[in-house]
C-alpha cells in the first residue's frame, strides 16, 4: 500500500524526547513512517501503540512484540488504552488531515484531481458519506459546514445552488458538484476554492474538529507529568485549536486567575510552531500548509 514519506519525521519524533523504555502512542499510523522512527528509538522494554481507523492502514502495520496497532478513531484513545492495560503514557504523536494514500486512491473522493462517488469517510465502516451531506444537508446545515470548515465567504450562496439543483438529480460525483458550482469556480482561483469546499465536506464527514478536541482533552488526562504531545496540523481551524490548548488547557476564552494575575497552565510549550523547509516542501508537497506544535505536560 503506497504511502508518501511523512512530513516532519524527524522533528516530530524528536518533539517526543523518546525514553528507550517509554511508552508512546501515534494516534495517525497511516503508512507507518513516524511509528517506524519512533521504534528505532526505543529499547527493548519500550512500546508503541498506534491508531488508525482506515483499514488499508493494516496493511502496514509493524512486526514487532513492542507494536499493537488499533484499527479505531483516536477520539476512542482513553478508553482503548485502558483495555490495554494502560493508563499513562510518555509520548503522544499526530499528524492530522488526510494521508497521501486517502488522497492518492481516486475513489475515496477525497482528491479534487478525480472525478469518484462522493466519498470521503476515513472510516469506511461511517454511516455519514459526503454523498448525505451533498444531498440531504439543508440549506442551513450546508451553509455552516461551508462557511464553518471551509472559511467560505459564500458559503449560503454555495449551499443555496447545491440545494436548488438537487431537486432534479441528485449529485453523486465529485464532478457533478463541480459542475454545480462552477460558477463560483473562476479559473484562476478554482484549485484553491475547491480545495477549500471539499476541506468543509470531509471535515463534516469526518467530525474532524470534534474528534480533535476530544483528543486534546484526552491526552491531557493520558500523559505522564513531562509527557510530550507532539501534533502536526494542515489548517488553521487546526492549528489554533491545538495552540490554544497547549497554551492554556482551553479551546476558548481564558483561564481564571488569581489576585497575583497568575493562572495555572496544563502544558510547557516546548516548540512555538516548527514548519517545513523549502526542500521538504519541494520533495513532498502534502508538507506544505504543515504547522508542527510539541508542548510538556507539567
Do not use: C, W
Request: aromatic fraction near 8%; hydrophobic fraction near 40%.
Amino acid at each position: 500500500m503506497e504511502y508518501h514519506n511523512p512530513v516532519l519525521l524527524k522533528e516530530t519524533v524528536d518533539g517526543l524526547n523518546i525514553k528507550p523504555n517509554g511508552v508512546y502512542v501515534d494516534v495517525t499510523f497511516g503508512g507507518g513512517g513516524h511509528s517506524r522512527e519512533i521504534m528505532s528509538r526505543l529499547g527493548e522494554n519500550g512500546k508503541l501503540i498506534a491508531f488508525d481507523q482506515d483499514e488499508d492502514a493494516l496493511q502496514n502495520a509493524i512486526d514487532d512484540e513492542r507494536f499493537l496497532l488499533i484499527n479505531e478513531n483516536f477520539r476512542n484513545i482513553k478508553r482503548f488504552l485502558r483495555f490495554h492495560g494502560i493508563k499513562e503514557v510518555d509520548g503522544i504523536l499526530g499528524d492530522f488531515g488526510v494521508s497521501s494514500h486517502q488522497f492518492d486512491v481516486a475513489e475515496r473522493g477525497f482528491s479534487t484531481r478525480f472525478d469518484a462517488e462522493l466519498d470521503m469517510r476515513m472510516n469506511r465502516r461511517g454511516d455519514l458519506s459526503a454523498y448525505h451531506v451533498v444531498n440531504e444537508y439543508d440549506e442551513q446545515d450546508l451553509k455552516r459546514v461551508f462557511v464553518q470548515y471551509g472559511e467560505l465567504k459564500n458559503g449560503g450562496a454555495m449551499a443555496n445552488v447545491i440545494v436548488s439543483a438537487r431537486k432534479d438529480k441528485q449529485i453523486r460525483n465529485t464532478e457533478q458538484l463541480k459542475q454545480v458550482l462552477s460558477k463560483f469556480l473562476p479559473a484562476h482561483k478554482s484549485n484553491k476554492i475547491l480545495a477549500q469546499i471539499y476541506q468543509a465536506i470531509r471535515i463534516e464527514v469526518n467530525q474532524e474538529i470534534d474528534v480533535l478536541r476530544e483528543f486534546l482533552e484526552q491526552s491531557l488526562e493520558i500523559l505522564k507529568p513531562g509527557g510530550r504531545l507532539s501534533v502536526i496540523s494542515y489548517h488553521s481551524l487546526e492549528d489554533r485549536l491545538v495552540k490554544r490548548y497547549m497554551r492554556n488547557g482551553m479551546f476558548e476564552g481564558e483561564p481564571e486567575r488569581d489576585m497575583f494575575g497568575r493562572f495555572e497552565v496544563p502544558f510547557k510549550i516546548i516548540e512555538k510552531l516548527i514548519v517545513p523547509t523549502e526542500e521538504e516542501i519541494a520533495i513532498n508537497n502534502r508538507a506544505r500548509s504543515a504547522k508542527l506544535r510539541v508542548a510538556e505536560k507539567i
